[in-house]
């Protein structure tokens, strides 16, 4: 299983990014997917994460209302568009993927496979 993320960079607060990943490996459609983000000097925290089709999204508090995850099955590709960025929102982005279609999706622990991470970096 790879998965390549990618879209970070440097924005200014208030602004828009887009992340991409693209996986390969397994069976996107039904895979649960997650994004997960890990600032300097603190845990890996849970933002957005996606069940196979059809199952249900879900948000940290932190980024509901600004962030939307996606997926396309047809490429393999998760998304997930920030909007309304904010300097706390500063970190290395990963994506995970589970086989497990009952995996609770806001625990990293259950991921057994990660991107590289991309990082977004919010500052004026």
């Known amino acids: 299983v790879q998965l390549q993320a990618s879209g970070g960079g440097l924005v200014q607060p208030g602004g828009s990014l887009r992340l991409s990943c693209a996986a390969s490996?397994?069976?996107?459609?039904?895979?649960?997917m997650g994004w997960f983000r890990q600032a300097p000097g603190k845990e890996r925290e849970f933002v957005a994460g996606s069940r196979m089709s059809g199952s249900g999204t879900f948000y940290a508090d932190s980024v509901k209302g600004r962030f939307t995850i996606s997926r396309d099955n047809p490429k393999s590709t998760l998304y997930l568009q920030m909007n309304s960025l904010k300097p706390e929102d500063t970190a290395v982005y990963y994506c995970?993927?589970?086989?497990?279609?009952?995996?609770?999706?806001?625990?990293?622990?259950?991921?057994?496979?990660w991107g590289q991470g991309t990082l977004v970096t919010v500052s004026s």
């Open positions: 995970g993927a589970s086989r497990n279609r009952l995996v609770a999706v806001a625990d990293h622990s259950g991921y057994a496979h």
């Open positions: 490996g397994l069976t996107f459609r039904t895979s649960t």
